[in-house]
């Protein structure tokens, strides 16, 4: 399976930072995207490519001619993505990005979809039996934009998969977000609210969310697929890990809120697909996740 | 209620041209955007903006500030537009509209969706009830836009009406279509097949489409609201009164052919909303209609 060109875009991103490798290991030449510094990795062809201003994916799918296409770029502020307009100019960088593919011979695709899209009523998310009730500007352009992929790639002879990513945490994560929000004040020796403990999530390590698309992408899989480990998380439980790991549990407040829309009880991803079908399994613990985690932020910037 | 102002995409496109008079009327002053002529319609302001390229609405829309939206432009080619992949570039392009109207300080918008989007096993569409089943990749894009646009506008403040129109036809309509297609050969003494004789089709006049378009932006009313006269009209009712009322019956084969997804029996809309509540109704009967058909192709064009 030599001969494969992959492209990975927002590949200094979060999550796609950690695909590299495990590309590379598939066989494929990866050529990435990046609108800031190239990333570190070895053997990578970066692509200073600003997907949001128009005939930039053009010019460089022409240029580049990949057969593959691993689509994570989006926005992702903390706090901001779930509303922002700036989804709707994430959907018309995704439709330009997908022509150009189309127009260059592409033969496999898998774009980043979200737990969002899911109606969170129901818990348990499956990929063919779950009600799809997007959520925030974030969950209805995602699922806009998934609709248009499937349709326009099915008519056009392209293989492709829509991973629907549940929660995440790992190295280098936004600080605003709960898994450093709970790290950094204990490594500050800060004190913290910890609200939504008694909620229920699917959170997996980056590194196998990673791991798991290109898994999907190096596949023949076609649809949505839940990018999950199966295992739902008490939120309380992870705030405990961090903590006694820490040394200050008396640090953490649980402040009671009013329920929203997004504090539906338990998130958890079926994982019928991604293991039964696909046959790949998380390799990262969430004891062993969040004190990689932990680690990391001890060395890299508890004090950012 | 003076002192409106309303951008009106496809202004001089098969429906637009028949909007302008309908918008003034009630006290709108027209801006519309063309990327060829001029319309002929006196006090029309005219920008010769093309929506596909970028920025091109946001210069405009910075430029005209309109509290109101009327957007009809979209890719319609006969025989093309059902999978086109230009469907992918109107939905970047209304997109950027959308945006640019809300950067803007827009209000009030009125887009034009289509019964493509319905499962039409039902027959009898309704809005809130029939299920959504978009077709082709036209059908699908005007669907997934109509999902962004609807959470896009909740979220800033603008109130928003999704048309969805059912069959139409009227003068100067592409030569292709099926009222054109019967009127020309009958004019031209040629033979011509009608296929789908025994289907059945909602179809509107197209000055009572622009009639019922602008009613509905001049209203209160949000959510899909469906475009179509209510009646069910056998094709072959439409070619009898075309071939009678020109003379050449003999001339119109009806072959017989395998169905396709296309050719649901019967495809009607339910007008509840647009009778009911918005309490429009057509103006033009079908045999009118089709008498200012034929008598617009007797005078200007059966012999291109």
């Known amino acids: 399976m030599s001969g494969r060109r992959v492209l990975l875009t927002g590949g200094s991103g979060f999550i796609g930072r950690h695909c590299i490798a495990d590309l590379q290991a598939r066989g494929y030449e990866v050529h990435s995207t990046t609108t800031g510094s190239a990333g570190v990795s070895d053997g990578v062809h970066w692509h200073h490519t600003d997907l949001l201003k128009d005939g930039q994916a053009a010019a460089l799918l022409a240029d580049v001619r990949p057969d593959s296409l691993l689509h994570l770029a989006w926005y992702a502020e903390h706090g901001k993505f779930w509303q922002a307009l700036e989804n709707l100019d994430w959907v018309r960088a995704s439709i330009a990005l997908l022509r150009a593919f189309i127009a260059g011979g592409g033969r496999r695709a898998v774009f980043a979809g979200s737990c969002a899209e899911y109606d969170w009523a129901d818990g348990h998310c499956r990929e063919d039996s779950t009600p799809l009730r997007p959520q925030g500007l974030y969950g209805v352009s995602k699922h806009a934009f998934h609709l248009i992929a499937e349709e326009a790639a ?49 959170y997996m390590y980056v590194t196998d969310v990673a791991s798991a698309l290109v898994a999907l992408l190096d596949s023949p899989l076609e649809g949505a697929v839940n990018i999950g480990s199966g295992q739902a998380t008490l939120i309380r439980a992870m705030t405990d890990h ?57 060395q890299n910037g508890a004090h950012d």
Chains 1, 2 share one sequence.
Not at 242 to 254: A, M, N, Q, R, S
């Open 242 to 298: 961090i903590t006694t790991k820490c040394g200050h549990p008396e640090l953490v407040d649980f402040p009671v809120r009013e329920a929203a829309q997004k504090d539906a009880p338990l998130v958890v991803a079926d994982t019928g697909r991604l293991g039964g079908e696909l046959h790949w399994t998380p390799r990262v613990s969430l004891d062993q996740g969040l004190d990689l985690a932990i680690d990391w932020w001890r």
């Open 154 to 202: 099915r008519r056009n002879g392209i293989s492709c998969a829509w991973g629907r990513i549940f929660f995440l945490y790992g190295p280098d994560e936004q600080p605003g977000r709960l898994v450093p929000l709970m790290i950094r004040s204990q490594l500050h020796g800060e004190r913290a609210a910890c609200s939504g403990a008694e909620l229920q999530r699917d």
